[in-house]
């Protein structure tokens, strides 16, 4: 399953709700998780199995979709937000999208 | 606190070999399974490899397949990446991941990754 993120680059200011996308070329059936990456660190898990908020992320961060859509929202952007954001599927193989880069306007 | 601290990296030459190690701490390392996961430079992530449990099953990313071999030893709680006929395409940072209960499974605790450089 190949995975498409849009935008590639995506510039909003502090405040704004964020919407970022990650369309699959097939059905992904919910086994989908994000990930954010700040400059010169690890990946780090958002969301798993399309909606499940990770222990110890903060509750601006929501996923949702179904099917080969799903989006990733953050509610109110805020500066430490500035990072790659990846999507991931584990329904059938292990791929990554090749990433949406957050800035602040 | 779940740790996972790579090690082994380095430059290396087109064609030859490198063992990357994964120390892990925090958890009970047998109880999951492991991946490594790369990324190139400036570019996106790429699953590189997953293995069992106990290590009987282990999977691999075409790009790799044949030329990697991942391994653990839960004695030590510590995950390896043999990386044999190495090219300039291994080129990339090596995480160690911790994935969860099955291979088809997401990663919920990253390394702070290892470099590799593949060049004459």
């Known amino acids: 399953i190949q995975l498409t993120q849009s935008p590639s680059l995506l510039s909003a200011s502090v405040g704004d709700r964020v919407t970022l996308s990650c369309k699959g070329s097939?059905?992904?059936?919910?086994?989908l998780a994000w990930y954010q990456q700040k400059l010169g660190e690890a990946p780090k898990l958002l969301i798993y199995n399309t909606n499940s908020l990770q222990t110890g992320i903060p509750s601006r961060f929501s996923g949702s979709g179904s099917g080969t859509d799903y989006t990733l929202t953050i509610s109110s952007l805020q500066p430490e937000d500035v990072a790659t954001y990846f999507c991931?599927?584990?329904?059938?193989?292990?791929?990554f999208g090749s990433g949406t880069k957050l800035e602040i306007k | 606190e779940v740790q996972l601290v790579e090690s082994g990296g380095g430059l290396v030459q087109p064609g030859r070999s490198m063992k990357l190690s994964c120390a892990a701490s925090?958890?009970?390392?047998?109880?999951?399974?492991m991946a490594w996961v790369r990324q190139a430079p400036k570019k996106g992530l790429e699953w590189v490899a997953s293995?069992?449990?106990?290590?009987?099953?282990?999977y691999y990313g075409d790009s790799v397949k044949g030329r990697f071999t991942i391994s653990r030893d839960n004695a030590k709680s510590t995950l390896y990446l043999q990386m044999n006929s190495l090219r300039s395409e291994d080129t990339a940072t090596y995480y160690c991941?911790?994935?969860?209960?099955?291979?088809?499974?997401?990663?919920?605790?990253w390394g702070q990754g290892v470099m590799v450089t593949v060049s004459s």
């Open positions: 991941a911790r994935q969860g209960y099955w291979e088809l499974d997401y990663f919920d605790y």
């Open positions: 991931y599927q584990y329904n059938n193989g292990l791929t």
């Open positions: 925090g958890f009970t390392f047998s109880d999951y399974y």
């Open positions: 097939q059905n992904i059936n919910n086994y």
């Open positions: 293995i069992s449990y106990e290590g009987s099953s282990t």
